[in-house]
């Protein structure tokens, strides 16, 4: 059969991700001004605009490594290969010159969305009918597969299998049809809800132990999880090229192309709109604190990251508005001193992970963090504000140990100085493990993790109860 032609889709066969949506999504993130440009909602001109709009870095695609090898043992025996998609052809030329494996390139033009039965007819004037051979994903691809000589699907699901098989008796399958829940699990990112436990701190701060606020605190961290997995979904939908260039973020589910994209627009809407019905539960009050926390770390994922400082005080405000979540949902008020502390302590928690980032870049010999406002040349600064910060929640602690209101809380108060010495202690080994490039995670998850940083949280613990008890 190496006298017909190997056509080959684009979208989710020979890539693991669709180009449509890679635009989509870097047009919202870096070209906002697109979307004033549409003059027609049909789908061959919006793919123009947005190819036309989106620099795609093609070499950091996620390929479909199956599809290639048959591809390179096709052209090996001598066969020729087109590549066929509806992508628009200037991101499809693109591709090829990457590859350079096809000896024909066919996409939309602008006019002509080359899709379904518009692909089928357009490639029985290319080549006539049985006389190709046609390697597809989808639905959308049946028509095609009617016309050619033998069908090849890839990662396609049973039902679609024996359809195919149904319209072309000399069907071949390549790549598994079955879906894990685990991109979706590691996507929507649980081990960063520990984070939410922040929304414990004013009942253990105000000492209200007791069921109907611990109940009030647990649905307030529901309700910051689901929403923050929305936003995870939505950053990492907006970072696809920069997380590729990252060597961990780069597995990240959809810049690997283990989730489809068109999957991101649901999971976001899904896990935004629970959280947000569950808010209400708590009152209309922490609905607007988880309104205002969603509103920030939207407008961080889309342009405050970029900026130098702010977006630390930015990520210091979120830690912050996590307590402030618990505050309001119990009805518990948050004194000066706490509110001093943590915006400190926070800030430092904020500066660490910059700092560990820059060290990563540092290290890969990179003069600028990509998405960041950053040189490796900051590093010393950021140190510096780490330390400076941590230093000084630790102060505003050990004044508040001398304060009137420590008295009325703990009948010991002298024995909350160990956790002075055993806060110095964790905040100066943390900001020693990341500048030697030992921190790869968000300080508090990295805490949970590290059995010192666990030992250290215990003892703390048993400090507070002392000084409650004695």
């Keep these: 059969m190496n006298g017909l032609y190997l056509v080959v889709d684009l979208d989710q066969t020979l890539l693991k991700t669709d180009i449509l949506f890679e635009c989509f999504w870097f047009c919202w993130r870096q070209a906002p001004q697109t979307w004033l440009s549409i003059n027609s909602w049909k789908r061959a001109p919006i793919k123009r605009l947005l190819a036309t709009a989106c620099p795609l870095d093609v070499a950091s695609l996620p390929y479909n490594p199956e599809v290639i090898q048959y591809i390179q043992a096709w052209k090996a025996k001598g066969g020729k290969a087109a590549l066929a998609t509806a992508t628009d052809q200037i991101l499809a030329e693109k591709v090829a010159a990457h590859l350079g494996l096809f000896d024909a390139v066919y996409g939309s033009n602008g006019q002509v969305n080359l899709k379904g039965t518009t692909k089928a007819q357009f490639l029985l004037k290319q080549f006539g009918e049985k006389q190709f051979i046609y390697m597809g994903d989808a639905a959308a691809d049946l028509p095609v597969w009617a016309v050619a000589a ?55 701060a105000g000492h209200q132990f007791n069921l109907p606020t611990f109940w009030s605190s647990l649905v307030a961290a529901v309700a910051f999880s689901l929403t923050a997995s929305s936003v995870y979904v939505l950053n990492d939908l907006l970072d696809l090229q920069a997380d590729r260039a990252h060597p961990r973020k780069r597995h990240r589910p959809f810049a690997a192309g283990d989730l489809p994209l068109a999957h991101g627009l649901w999971m976001l809407f899904i896990f935004l709109g629970a959280g947000m019905a569950i808010a209400p539960t708590l009152g209309w009050p922490f609905l607007g604190i988880l309104l205002a926390y969603y509103a920030l770390t939207t407008a961080y994922s889309f342009f405050l990251k970029r900026r130098i400082v702010i977006d630390i005080c930015t990520l210091a405000a979120l830690y912050t508005i996590r307590m402030l979540g618990g505050a309001v949902a119990t009805g518990i008020s948050l004194s000066a001193w706490l509110l001093a502390f943590s915006m ?31 040189h490796t040349d900051d590093l010393p600064i950021i140190t510096m504000m780490a330390l400076s910060a941590g230093y000084v929640s630790v102060l505003v602690l050990a004044l508040y140990i001398h304060s009137p209101q420590v008295r009325l809380l703990y009948t010991r108060p002298q024995i909350l100085w160990g ?45 507070f109860i002392l000084g409650k008890s004695l």
Excluded at 162 to 191: C, D, F, M, T
Excluded at 440 to 452: C, L, S
Aim: include cysteine; proline fraction near 5%.
């Design 150 to 204: 033998k069908a090849i699907t890839v990662n396609a699901p049973p039902w679609l299998r024996q359809k195919v098989e149904q319209l072309n008796p000399h069907a071949e399958h390549l790549g598994s049809a079955k879906r894990s829940i685990q991109p979706y699990l590691k996507e929507i990112r649980p081990h960063q809800w520990v984070k939410n436990s922040l929304v414990f701190v004013p009942m253990l």
């Design 344 to 374: 400190f302590f926070f800030f430092c928690l904020a500066t660490v992970k910059r700092q560990a980032e820059l060290v990563d870049h540092q290290r890969r010999k990179e003069l600028k963090t990509k998405g960041r406002g950053y």
């Design 419 to 463: 956790v002075c010495a055993v806060l110095l202690y964790w905040l100066t080994r943390t900001i020693f493990l990341t500048h030697r490039g030992l921190m790869h995670y968000d300080p508090i998850v990295y805490a949970i993790k590290d059995r010192q940083s666990q030992l250290c949280l215990l003892i703390c613990l048993g400090l």
